[in-house]
């Protein structure tokens, strides 16, 4: 397995990278692989635990990969081309291989299916939101796309299930400071100048159970943005397990009552081709399309 260390980290050792990066496998694991020599550089010699961390390193090692469970649930192509797939990811399905998910991850499962082992991730989505993820097929262009999402020229749209509240005042833009600390599962809200700015619309509710499906476009990324603004308003999103309080990870195989955020769609130009691209999900939230189902846990 070859890994790049990525550069903004704080990371003072290759060692102390491959522990948080590895996080299913623990420390001990980690350990025992450096001392069987097993982490090696582009020399081809054994890396030391003490090795400086220096961004852009590549180090190659190889570990005996734990079962993974499963994610029951279909992973749709909704477009390929030659420079392109975009898949509809479900619930519980990682984007990207990290720390205990690497073969159930949407990237293993579409280098398999659709048989293009260089296809790469050009930007991420939240393991328990469901829906669009854009993938590059030559290795060459993958910058390109991943610029879009840095520079904000992608239009994402979200869908929830929230509770309705008829005092609040929709639709609001909702501008705030985020900060996220690593370690920490919850991202927060602190004073200071905003990075994080949603917009939050209403697009229907009804009475019977007190429910609400909410339209949601994040002007910036920063992590859980959406669900900590929706927390932050008193109508934190169904089967978030964080916000407002962390209930903890339930365990390995419970794929009942997912978070009932879904990335509905996805909009911008292509800056290979110039063409207009606009992609939608066809997936439904089970809260709103089967409540008492989803409440059940079924």
Same mark, same amino acid.
């Given at each position: 397995m070859r890994v790049r260390l990525p550069a903004g980290g704080t990371w003072a050792t290759v060692r102390e990278h491959l522990v948080e990066r590895l996080t299913g496998a623990g420390a001990g694991v980690v350990d025992g692989m450096f001392d069987a020599g097993l982490v090696v550089g582009a020399d081809g010699r054994s890396v030391a635990p003490d090795a400086p961390y220096r961004p852009g390193m590549f180090v190659w090692f190889h570990r005996e990969l734990p079962a993974e469970v499963p994610v029951p649930f279909p992973l749709e192509v909704v477009h390929r081309d030659e420079h392109l797939v975009v898949a509809d990811k479900p619930h519980f399905l990682a984007t990207t291989p990290r720390g205990a998910?690497?073969?159930?991850?949407? /990237?293993?499962?579409?280098?398999?299916?659709? %048989?293009?082992?260089?296809?790469?991730? =050009?930007?991420?989505?939240?393991?328990?939101?469901?829906?669009?993820?854009?993938?590059?097929?030559?290795?060459?262009?993958?910058?390109?796309? +991943?610029?879009?999402?840095?520079?904000?020229?992608?239009?994402?749209?979200?869908?929830?299930?929230?509770?309705?509240?008829?005092? /609040?005042? /929709?639709?609001?833009t909702v501008r705030s400071r985020i900060v996220k600390e690593r370690g920490?599962?919850? =991202?927060?809200?602190?004073?200071?100048?905003?990075?994080?700015?949603?917009?939050?619309?209403?697009?229907?509710?009804?009475?019977?159970?007190?429910?609400?499906?909410?339209?949601?476009?994040?002007?910036?990324?920063?992590?859980? +943005? /959406?669900?900590?603004?929706? =927390?932050?308003? %008193?109508?934190?999103?169904?089967?978030?397990?964080?916000?407002?309080?962390?209930?903890?990870?339930?365990?390995?195989?419970?794929?009942?009552?997912?978070? +009932?955020?879904?990335?509905r769609s996805l909009e911008f130009t292509d800056p290979v081709t110039g063409a207009d691209r606009r992609f939608r999900s066809g997936r439904v939230l089970a809260a709103w399309a089967s409540p008492q189902d989803w409440a059940a846990g079924q």
């Open positions: 998910h690497v073969a159930e991850t949407a /990237l293993a499962r579409l280098r398999r299916e659709l %048989g293009v082992p260089a296809l790469t991730a =050009a930007h991420r989505l939240d393991r328990l939101t469901a829906g669009l993820v854009l993938f590059t097929v030559r290795p060459e262009e993958r910058g390109a796309y +991943q610029t879009l999402f840095r520079d904000r020229r992608v239009r994402k749209e979200y869908e929830a299930i929230a509770p309705y509240d008829p005092s /609040l005042v /929709l639709p609001r920490v599962l919850t =991202a927060r809200e602190v004073p200071g100048e905003p990075n994080a700015v949603s917009r939050i619309e209403l697009i229907e509710h009804r009475a019977a159970d007190g429910l609400a499906r909410y339209r949601l476009v994040p002007g910036t990324g920063q992590t859980h +943005q /959406l669900r900590v603004h929706m =927390a932050a308003l %008193g109508v934190p999103i169904l089967g978030d397990p964080l916000y407002p309080e962390v209930t903890g990870p339930g365990p390995a195989g419970d794929f009942r009552r997912p978070l +009932q955020l879904l990335a």
